[in-house]
Nanobody, 117 residues
Framework: QVQLVESGGGLVQAGGTLRLSCAAS????????MGWYRQAPGKQRELVATITIAGRTNYADSVKGRFTISRDNAKNTMYLQMNSLKPQDTAVYYC???????????WGQGTQVTVSS
């Protein structure tokens, strides 16, 4: 099993920046992809960005050109650099890891990001 702990959320004005971190522990060897998801009040959880073990990245259209996902394998940590933040980016952001051992879906506890207009 993989344990995930997010940090870096907070309150920021529109146009501002934040960097989220996700520290992974446990069965690190089993991770094949990681990603960030978000859930706004009254809405379903949605994909923000993913990164595979090979370093391939994928972004939701709504964040392309503004957000960057990356990872530091030496620190077992994944990041989400968020620039040019908009009020519609307000949500709880969750870290996710897909592993080859059960449970294959591993989630962090979430971190709140609030963007004021």
């Amino acid at each position: 099993q993989v344990q995930l702990v997010e940090s870096g959320g907070g309150l920021v004005q529109a146009g501002g920046t934040l960097r989220l971190s996700c520290a992974a522990s446990g069965s690190i060897f089993s991770i094949r992809a990681m990603g960030w998801y978000r859930q706004a009040p009254g809405k379903q959880r949605e994909l923000v960005a993913t990164i595979t073990i090979a370093g391939r990245t994928n972004y939701a259209d709504s964040v392309k050109g503004r957000f960057t996902i990356s990872r530091d394998n030496a620190k077992n940590t994944m990041y989400l650099q968020m620039n040019s933040l908009k009020p519609q980016d307000t949500a709880v952001y969750y870290c996710h890891a897909y592993t080859i051992v059960e449970p294959s879906d591993n989630w962090g506890q979430g971190t709140q990001v609030t963007v004021s207009s």
